[in-house]
């Protein structure tokens, strides 16, 4: 048995696909690994007894390279398990079609700022007593087609409830599945209530005790986010299950029904699998959690239209203060604002903090990143050149080229409202047509723009580049089509750096913005989320960019510093002080653990 079972009872479980823990640990992909691992962090400040739990990629997610026109390619991460975990004794099996794969796992501890220890566990099935094939499921993040994806699930919610029982984990009461790909515990859950009252199959009263021991974070605004799964995989995946469920029972026909979006009333799981059914893995999770939330405010009210049927609620995300904070900034709260790592808070009097300190802090960000830049790139950017960063995942939805529409137009602004420069980061997932083109275009725009505003893009984008990103650049540009962007957290990280927002109001941002105070909106603030609402206006948008860049941001950065920094201090002690991880995990404690 773990020590830390020992030691400490833990009452949350935490299960995440992803989840970022250090740079040069591949066991993550991008903002739901990185808002994982901040999360754990601030447990971890708060000595809230929590546990957590992922897979183990062996593989990692990928390694990016750029070619000379923008083409990425990709190649598996080598990483050594052992110079970062350490592995447990305990060893548990999961079913998977007809055979027995054994798992083992391995820790991580997560130190808080008084010392508190939150562990982490990672699953692998990387065991001489297991096939090829069920080897390779703890291989690559998001790797192989859906099937290969379902038996990970599997392996995360069934074999990481097993994992922590054969930690000595039985005090547990709350289970939080962070994104439904960690819907599958609840059954596991509910097959161990029925195995307490000595029966095979599940009934209404199973259902009720799993329910009030389970919480749902929904991370995606949009159907085609949700996994789902054809019935037929589930069959396959557990061919003895069938009468796991009991159909006959009114709240396990309803579970069913609702986990499989139909209206139909199917006898057995062998029928809905020959009928076609699918099973939703965000629908599971919200028929059988207590609490469900979206991670924003507006996210809420997009939540609520998807899944009208069952209250959601809204905990905006946060980031880990600790984390995200630059060295310069981090010596210069310490000197100012003492408190500031047990309590975010108190960044709400950075307000008082001497301009000048804050603009020596963010200068020397600012040298650190174009050091970066040089290294990575061999090119030279001048520090007293207005510099915009964009750094997120590259997909369409994202729109990093939306400033790239008019290339006519940024050199005309360049020229008549101040130079300015910007540095874009993002990997593309494998399957991403999409976002690989992106990234070509930015490429092929960065060869037209030449010196008139010179254009980087860093490959290979991750905890230590980001945190170099938010950090360095004068202004923090966001382009989501709304309402598309969830939460995101970028913003946020750039906001405890005194680096002002330029975004569309969606997502946090509609909680964070105040309009020349905080940062700066593209476009009008859109109250309705109707789907004649949602057409996006590209070149509307692009022009709001654009007239707030060259009439707002650029005169008031070269031409009256002073208000500048003002707005630097604003960002710090209004976005900074709120946006953070421990705020969100105080709010998880009372809204849902202590539900």
Not at 44 to 54: E, I, K, Y
Not at 226 to 241: A, K, N, S
Not at 503 to 518: A, F, N, P, Q, R
């Amino acid at each position: 048995m773990s020590t830390h079972a020992n030691s400490v009872k833990r009452f949350v479980a935490y299960f995440s696909m992803e989840i970022a823990l250090e740079n040069a640990m591949p066991s993550y992909s991008g903002g739901l690994g990185v808002l994982a691992g901040d999360t754990i962090r601030a447990a971890a400040d708060l000595r809230l007894p929590m546990v957590a739990v992922s897979l183990l990629y062996r593989r990692g997610y990928f390694s990016q390279h750029l070619s000379e026109d923008g083409s990425q390619t990709e190649e598996p991460v080598v990483w050594k398990v052992e110079d970062f975990l350490k592995e447990e004794a305990a060893r548990v099996t999961v079913p998977l079609e007809n055979r027995r794969v054994e798992l083992r796992c391995w820790r991580f501890d997560v130190k808080g700022v008084r010392g508190f220890e939150v562990p982490v566990y990672f699953l692998d099935a990387d065991l001489p007593s297991n096939a090829e094939w069920d080897r390779n499921l703890t291989g690559g993040l998001y790797g192989g087609d859906s099937y290969y994806r379902l038996c990970q699930e599997v392996l995360l919610g069934v074999g990481g409830v097993r994992m922590l029982r054969a930690l000595g984990y039985e005090d547990l009461t709350r289970y939080h599945m962070n994104e439904g790909h960690a819907a599958l515990l609840s059954l596991e859950l509910l097959g161990e209530e029925a195995v307490k009252a000595g029966r095979t199959a599940i009934n209404g009263e199973d259902i009720e005790k799993v329910r009030a021991k389970c919480m749902f974070t929904t991370h995606t605004p949009v159907p085609a986010g949700h996994d789902r799964f054809p019935i037929e995989y589930l069959t396959r995946v557990f061919p003895q299950q069938s009468k796991f469920f009991d159909l006959k029972d009114a709240a396990v026909a309803e579970l069913v029904k609702r986990s499989l979006q139909t209206e139909q009333n199917y006898p057995d799981l062998q029928e809905a699998a020959a009928k076609g059914a699918h099973l939703n893995m965000t629908y599971l999770a919200l028929s059988l959690s207590t609490y469900v939330n979206g991670v924003a405010k507006q996210h809420g009210v997009t939540s609520r239209q998807m899944f009208p049927e069952v209250p959601i609620e809204a905990i905006t995300n946060g980031v880990h203060a600790g984390t995200w904070t630059s060295p310069p900034f981090q010596q210069l709260f310490d000197r100012q604002i003492a408190q500031w790592r047990e309590d975010n808070y108190s960044l709400r009097s950075a307000l008082g903090l001497p301009p000048e300190e804050v603009w020596s802090a963010h200068l020397i960000a600012k040298h650190e990143l174009l050091e970066a830049v040089r290294e990575k790139t061999g090119l030279s950017l001048d520090e007293e050149v207005f510099t915009i960063g964009f750094a997120r995942r590259a997909t369409g939805y994202k729109r990093a080229d939306l400033i790239l529409s008019d290339l006519d137009r940024l050199r005309q602004i360049a020229k008549n409202a101040g130079h300015f420069q910007i540095i874009y980061a993002g990997k593309a997932h494998p399957n991403d047509g999409g976002g690989k083109d992106i990234i070509r275009r930015i490429f092929h725009a960065k060869k037209a723009l030449r010196k008139a505003v010179p254009v980087v893009f860093l490959d290979e984008y991750n905890l230590d580049l980001g945190g170099k990103i938010t950090s360095g650049v004068d202004l923090w540009l966001n382009t989501p089509q709304f309402p598309l962007e969830a939460s995101g957290t970028s913003g946020m990280k750039s906001a405890l750096n005194g680096v002002p927002s330029l975004s569309i109001l969606d997502g946090w941002w509609v909680e964070g913005h105040i309009e020349g105070v905080t940062g700066w909106s593209i476009g009008e603030p859109r109250r309705s989320i109707d789907t004649a609402d949602i057409a996006t206006d590209n070149s509307k948008e692009a022009e709001s960019l654009y007239w707030k860049l060259e009439n707002i941001i650029l005169p008031m950065f070269y031409k009256e510093p002073r208000l500048y920094i003002q707005i630097m201090q604003h960002a710090i002690a209004i976005n900074g002080s709120f946006f953070n991880t421990q705020r969100m995990v105080q709010q998880y404690i009372t809204d849902a653990y202590l539900r």
